[in-house]
């Protein structure tokens, strides 16, 4: 069965550090999406970025990058120049292809940026 | 803002109750899905619409329903409402039914008392 494991329930880093968060996943399929989604206390889920099982270039979108290592089946978030406002829950999701069209999420990790 | 619209965006009913969430999916989005957030189990898929028609099946109580209207918007219908079924509830949208990303809607946040 699919499967997303978010290892650390919280982080704390201090502002302008990098931070990244732990992602490991369990797919038997070739083709897969990684995703991260951002959830800040007002409860919303805020895209951030996807991984194709297939690219060959680890994903980047502005301060947030992707680490993906295929072999070790992990998908690290990178968050470089932390700001107060990336305080929030974030989550990993993997959509494969014995899964449809669904997104598995792991359990999240709260992440809290202080002066 | 993702483009996808959920109300209410707060609801507290009764246990017994019935309740509609409905959701609108970005402009050009064929795909609805539902999802359920709460303390016990987390992030769930309950349910995908794809153009109208039932896609994609996940934890989705006999209790609860769903459709997907001409006009693409989608309303998710729970009855018989229990303590439990107290959750946040999201409504996600993508152009197609494939490995698009999804966009999530605000939430709805259910309280059942």
């Known amino acids: 069965a699919q499967k997303i494991t978010q290892t650390q329930p919280g982080m704390f880093v201090q502002e302008k550090e990098a931070v990244t968060l732990d992602c490991t996943y369990d797919?038997?399929?070739?083709?897969?999406?990684l995703f991260w989604y951002k959830q800040p206390s007002s409860g919303e889920m805020i895209f951030l970025i996807y991984q194709g099982s297939y690219d060959e270039q680890n994903a980047t979108e502005g301060r947030y990058s992707l680490n993906f290592q295929k072999a070790r089946k992990s998908a690290n978030l990178v968050i470089s120049a932390s700001q107060l406002g990336d305080s929030a829950m974030y989550f990993c999701a993997m959509r494969d292809a014995g899964t449809a069209s669904k997104l598995t999420f792991g359990t999240g990790t709260r992440l809290q940026v202080t002066l | 803002d993702s483009g996808v619209t959920q109300t209410p965006k707060h609801l507290i009913t009764a246990t017994g109750q019935r309740v509609t969430l409905r959701c609108s999916p970005r402009?050009?989005?064929?795909?609805v899905y539902w999802y359920q957030q709460s303390l016990d189990q987390g992030l769930q898929f309950l349910i995908q619409?794809?153009?109208?028609?039932?896609?994609a099946k996940g934890n989705i109580l006999e209790r609860f329903s769903a459709q997907q209207f001409p006009d693409l918007h989608s309303e998710l219908n729970l009855s018989s409402l229990e303590l439990g079924d107290s959750a946040l509830y999201f409504c996600?949208?993508?152009?197609?039914?494939?490995?698009?990303?999804?966009?999530f809607g605000p939430g709805t946040r259910l309280l059942v008392l």
């Open positions: 402009s050009g989005d064929l795909s």
């Open positions: 797919t038997s399929d070739q083709s897969y999406g």
């Open positions: 619409y794809y153009n109208g028609e039932e896609r």
């Open positions: 996600a949208s993508s152009v197609e039914d494939g490995q698009e990303t999804q966009y």
